[in-house]
């Protein structure tokens, strides 16, 4: 009997527990922390929330749209992970996300809205970092030019800046 012809079968049952064991950690965060989510997840790093400083965020893969919105005139760029992928890092499972704001501002988004747009959970504006006097440091962005639907108030409502939290519901 040949073992090298199954060398390849028993390779691929061997990875996926190594890829799964290591998908289940999530690092600590070595800055201030500027995001907790909550809720049904997974994956946790802080008790029973995953906390975020801007590094972690910048570690996932980053996105860029430029899109037209009512707060900024003429054509802004966003740029940061996409929120699916936020989520996707803490094993998020749910249907609706409540977005918090540094003002205590709520909105609802449903799970469907990050699978179906490239919602950007953005930390840049004109590739420059967001203060809180400038709708910063996390601002949930559609790509509202990007479909005609995204522009309306349904869309802009659940666009929350100054992001502080996200409850998974």
Do not use: C
């Not at 996409?82 to 709520?106: M, P, Q, S, T």
């Amino acid at each position: 009997m040949n073992l090298f012809k199954y060398l390849p079968l028993l390779l691929a049952l061997a990875v996926p527990p190594l890829t799964a064991s290591a998908a289940e950690t999530l690092t600590k965060p070595n800055g201030k922390v500027v995001l907790l989510i909550s809720g049904g997840i997974s994956r946790k790093n802080q008790g029973d929330v995953a906390a975020f400083d801007m590094a972690m965020l910048s570690g996932l893969p980053q996105r860029s749209f430029s899109t037209h919105t009512p707060w900024y005139p003429g054509l802004t760029k966003f740029s940061g992970p996409l929120l699916r992928d936020v989520l996707a890092a803490v094993g998020a499972r749910g249907k609706l996300l409540k977005a918090v704001a540094l003002n205590d501002y709520k909105t609802d988004i449903p799970f469907e809205d990050v699978s179906r747009f490239d919602v950007i959970l953005a930390t840049q504006m004109n590739d420059k970092a967001m203060p809180v006097r400038e709708k910063g440091p996390l601002f949930i962005v559609y790509p509202y030019d990007s479909r005609e639907e995204l522009r309306s108030e349904l869309y802009y409502n659940r666009s929350a800046w100054q992001l502080k939290s996200l409850q998974v519901h």
